[in-house]
């Protein structure tokens, strides 16, 4: 339910707010000059910026003969083993000067003046150049203060540069020392923004439980904890009752099969429309044992004005058709091949109306008992959904025979194949033991049975239970294990997308495919 929650412009402006502080600290840690904060944090993030520096080597008279200047790229911190990477940049002021210019680079201990390495080389340029070299040190050089020395000279003069170099071994691998930032980034980050995420989702949290105190106080439906319901979207059902939130149930309870009850006329085969519309439009199949025909409906788009009145309500968009097959049962159609129709995509609709009660019984034993023995694959997840419509009828008090054991079986075995019950009935508390053990969701709507109402008085108390014999057409109480932490809560079904009504039989007669119909043989 939690998706249809308004965020309010404060809360949006607090994230942009962590979001921009967050993208602040990455710039920081970039910059490396968080290092500096930290303190701690010894090694180097980069080279150093490259170092310059200049010299000029003049002729015997004091002339200019060329300014010279030193680049040294490796920065001013080497570990042992390592090389100074440098360049010279002469440029000549004296041009035709043809004698060479001669190079010396030396390494000096800064406290002891002790050189320890030299190198040199000579170059004839009678026109401005640079000269990059490197000066590789060895491994056992002690750490300490250096100057790098570079001496420029001619038959006539020289001049020396010279650089400041720390040797020091770093501790970190170079591959850390490159990534570190990056990592130290990626950390921050992340925590911003699972901060953000948080403080919304609380902030949330906060504002919808205020929300609601307020609005408790002037509805009789307590409201359940909106977090604990499913969040899955999966079946949009309706709304939660006197709330703006919407109400979803879950795959995952579907296949764990679903009762409906309640009186004549309180809604329960509308709610178990809306929960077949929703099951059709993510391509699940559908099979209806159609005991009164209604089901034929979802040929037709809804035109009923009462209901297209309330879509806006519950953000609806245009009405639609589900375009069933449907399929008429008569003691000539009786064994058709259920399991053929089971995994079809779309919704098969056995109208068994034209039957007797005695032979309605007789066929939805059949066919629970050919799906038993169908030896289906299992499936932990929902793969097709069956309806009973006016399932009480199979009681034994309601005059049913051998279906209702064979309902026994279906509820405990069918789940493993993915095959999820949805009955329709009158009464919940009649269904005893094996099947009401089995069954994951149990709505009940308007009720004026005494059993049922007394069911939900010991259950939930006398409130609970007044509000079940009180209550309006459409509004249905939900419990479910998984829902709410087992406690009911309301819901107001949404109006159907389909006709609520029964087709005519002419409209009927252009229906029924009877080229579609596939009997058993056996
Ligand atoms: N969610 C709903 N929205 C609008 N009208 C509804 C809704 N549920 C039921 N109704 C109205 O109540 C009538 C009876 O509903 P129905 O589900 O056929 O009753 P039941 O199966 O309990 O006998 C419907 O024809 C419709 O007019
Ligand atoms: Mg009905």
Redesign the pocket.
Known sequence: MPSAINVSKSQILFFVLTLILGIFIVILIYNSSIMGLLGSVSFPLEPESQSSLTGVLTNLDGGITANISLQVASGSQVSPGKAILFSVNVTHANLGNTEPFIFIYEIVNANSNQSFLRKDERFYGNESFILASRLGLPDVVPEGNYVFLVNISNSQNSVVISYPITVERVIATPWLQEHISFFLSIIVVAFVIFSGVYYVFWLRKGLLKKKYEERQKNSPYPFPDFFTLPQSKYAYV?IVADSDEKAYLDHTQLNRHTLIA??????????G??IAEELLKRNLPVIVFDPVG?WSGFAKKNA?E??RK?YNKFGLGLPQAFNPRVIEITDATMHVDITHYLFMKGMTVFRLDKLTPRKVDEFIDMALSQIYRANLPESGSLQSLIVLDEVHRLLPKYGGRKAYTRLEQAVREFRKWGVGLLM?SQVLTDFKGAIRGNIGTEIQ?HTRYEGDIKRVRERHGAVISNLIAKLH??LGMVECADYNKGAPYFI?????LHS?YKLTETEMKKLVKKGTLVLRMD
């Open positions: 309706g309640g009186g004549t006329g309180s809604g329960k085969t509308i709610a429309m809306v209604q009923d009462h209901m309330r329709v709507v057409t459409g107001e079904f949404r109006p159907l609520p």
